[in-house]
C-alpha cells in the first residue's frame, strides 16, 4: 500500500470485504432522510448523525469505532445517544471515538460537560468510562480488524477531516464537509486505487457564493475539484440540501459528464 504525507505505515490483515451501510446522508432533516453517517461492517462508523438512529439495539452495540470528520452536530448528534443507549455494555470497553484534536476539544467542552450531557469519558467512573476520546492528526492510520484508516485533511469552516478506508486492496474515500481544495485530492492520488467516493455537494449552482462562504461544494466548485483525480471510482453525492436533491443532482451529472455518479440514499448498501 502507498502511504501519504506523513502516515504511518501498518502491515494489516486481509479480509474477504468490507460492507458499507449509508444510516444518513442529507443534509438536513425530514421523514426518510436523516444527517451524516456511515456504518462500515458492524464495528465502524464514520460520523455519527441523526441516521444512526436507523440502527438495532443489538447493531448499536456493535458500534466500536467512530471516525468523526468535524464536530458539527449534524454529524457528531448521535454519539451522546449512542453511549446512553448501549451503556452498560459500555462499562470497561469503552466506544473509541477518533478525531482531530479540535473536535474532540468540541466533544469535550460543549458536549460531554455534564450540562449538556454526562461526561461519558468518566462515566461511570475514569478507569471504566464508556467513552474515550482519541486524537487523531491528518496524514494518520489506524488498522482495525484489517481495515485501514486514514484521516485527510479537507477544507470547512472548521478543522474538519475526511477518511480513506482500505482492505484486501480495495479503498472507498469520504469527503465528509468540504470545499475547493488540493490536500483530498493530493492524498488520495498517492494512493494506488480508489474503487468508491462519498462527496459532498450541499448546494445547486445558484447558491455558489453561499456554498463558498459555508465551506461546501456545489456541482461546479465539485467538478473543477474532482478533475485533479486521476483515479476513476464510483462518485456518490451526498450531504444534499433537502427539497434540491433532484437539482443538484441533474447539476451534477450535467457538469461530471463521463463519470459514474450516484445520490446517495439511508438504506444504500455498498460492497468492497
Known amino acids: 500500500m502507498l502511504a501519504s504525507g506523513q502516515a504511518k505505515k501498518h502491515k494489516s490483515k486481509q479480509v ?9 446522508c442529507s443534509g438536513g432533516i425530514y421523514r426518510g432522510a436523516a444527517t451524516t453517517a456511515f456504518r462500515i461492517d458492524d464495528d465502524i462508523l464514520i460520523d455519527a448523525g441523526t441516521g444512526v438512529a436507523g440502527l438495532t439495539l443489538s447493531e448499536l452495540q ?20 449512542l453511549a446512553d443507549s448501549v451503556f452498560d455494555r459500555l462499562v470497561g470497553n469503552p466506544i473509541v471515538v477518533h478525531a482531530r484534536e479540535s473536535s474532540l476539544k468540541v466533544l ?3 458536549i460531554f460537560n455534564s450540562e449538556v450531557w454526562p461526561d461519558f469519558t468518566r462515566l461511570p467512573d475514569s478507569s471504566h468510562a464508556v467513552i474515550r476520546l482519541e486524537a487523531m492528526a491528518p496524514g494518520e492510520q489506524r488498522e482495525i480488524g484489517g481495515r485501514l484508516v486514514e484521516m485527510i485533511a ?25 470545499t475547493t481544495n488540493e490536500n483530498l485530492w493530493d492524498a488520495l492520488n498517492s494512493h494506488g ?10 448546494f445547486a449552482d445558484s447558491d455558489i457564493e453561499l456554498a463558498r462562504a459555508a465551506y461546501h461544494y456545489c456541482p461546479q466548485l465539485l467538478a473543477s475539484d474532482l478533475s485533479r483525480l486521476k483515479h476513476r471510482p464510483q462518485v456518490c453525492i451526498t450531504h444534499l ?5 433532484d437539482l443538484i443532482m441533474q447539476q451534477c451529472r450535467d457538469a461530471l459528464p463521463g463519470w459514474e455518479l450516484k445520490q446517495l440514499h439511508s438504506g444504500d448498501v455498498f460492497e468492497l
Open 16 to 24: 474477504e470485504s468490507v460492507q458499507i451501510r449509508v444510516l444518513g
Open 62 to 81: 456493535s458500534v466500536r469505532h467512530v471516525f468523526v470528520t468535524h464536530a458539527h452536530l449534524d454529524h457528531i448528534a448521535a454519539i451522546p445517544l
Open 108 to 110: 469535550r467542552r460543549h
Open 154 to 178: 479537507v477544507n470547512h469552516s472548521v478543522p474538519a477531516a475526511g477518511y480513506r478506508v482500505e482492505s484486501n486492496g480495495r479503498s472507498i474515500a469520504f469527503s465528509g464537509d468540504t
Open 193 to 202: 486505487n480508489l474503487d468508491l467516493l462519498f462527496v459532498e455537494s450541499a
Open 241 to 245: 440540501k433537502p427539497g434540491e436533491e
